[in-house]
């Protein structure tokens, strides 16, 4: 099957350059050709077609200006340059986080028998001076579970404050 | 690492100057004699303009980051184009030409003059006929034929050697042609 013809190109520089379809007159060896190449026909047919759908969209384009597109490209290369960088920071502050939960548990875990014992008495003394003032009887050991649960909220909380204070005052 | 630290490294990754290889004014130059044959490559293989306005900026923006170099005006135009194609690719991979590009014409041919009612219609064959090729064969057919790009201009775009762009070409001409000859028959 012939896939070429040797007057293609002049039949799509005709139509590039505005010249197609001729004026009555002018090309007419090419219009003739084109007229009985089926070759040359699909080109021209195509290619007109595809052209004046260029000429509709170049109509149609609203551009942005030169200055907007590089102010926005800049903005978000900023921006991008910006998170990059603050990425490690961001990995930093979950390890920090993390490191301080660890030390935390450990530091509850190696001291626990110097706050249980305190704990104990604590709650024996209550629990005496329940039953001397005749309020219903409240078990030692149920005030030292109370007592530890206020222990370890406070702890907690003196730890995880000055962390959500800062992640929340960063933000802003 | 201090809470202090942290912010200073804050601020200075904010006040990080953002530098392109192209200077504004040559980018600007180059933008003016681009964004014409760019927008419209990309709002008649999309078929959607909002879609067209976004790639748009998103082909400047990787093409100004990219920050290669270029041998000349003409490697340089190149290179944009490869962008655009491979953004219209990679955000729009199924063909959508089943609808109309967006424009300023009325789309009632019965409101319209013969002639506009007659291109009108037109239009709607393209688009159609279009929405029937593969990606790469409109892709072809709009540097080629739209563009006037050469051979050449058009493997560096698409990624495709030069050899084999002219049996590819043919090949979607033809195609295109027929379903634009089906239209037009009764």
Known sequence: ?172 | MTLSDVDELGQVADALDVTFQMDEDAFRSFYDRTARPVWAYLSRTTGDNRLADDLLQETYYRFLRAGGSYSDEAHRRHYLFRIAVNLVRDHYRRPRFDRLPDTDEPRHPTSQSGDEAARAAERIDLSRAMARLKPRERDMLWLAYAQGSSHEEIGVALGLKTASIKSLLFRARRRLAALLGERERP
Not at chain 1, 31 to 43: A, Q
Not at chain 1, 109 to 125: F, H, K, Y
């Open chain 1, 1 to 172: 099957m012939n896939t070429t013809c040797d007057r293609e190109e002049d039949v799509l520089e005709a139509i590039m350059t505005g010249q197609w379809p001729p004026a009555p007159g002018n090309n007419v060896g090419l219009f003739e050709h084109v007229d009985g190449c089926p070759i040359c026909g699909e080109l021209a047919t195509v290619a007109m077609a595809l052209r004046s759908e260029r000429d509709l969209a170049y109509r149609d384009a609203h551009l942005p200006t030169s200055g907007q597109v590089w102010w926005r490209a800049s903005m978000r290369t900023r921006a991008e340059a910006a998170a990059t960088a603050a990425r490690p920071i961001t990995v930093l502050q979950g390890l920090a986080g993390a490191c301080a939960a660890g030390v935390s548990v450990a530091l509850v875990t190696w001291a626990w028998p110097s706050i249980e014992r305190p704990l104990a008495g604590a709650g024996d003394i209550l629990s005496r001076e329940a039953q001397r003032l005749g309020v219903a009887a409240v078990s030692a050991a149920a005030l030292e579970q109370a007592l530890l649960s206020i222990a370890v909220v406070v702890g907690a909380g003196l730890i995880l404050t000055p962390l959500v204070l800062y992640l929340v005052l960063s933000d802003e």
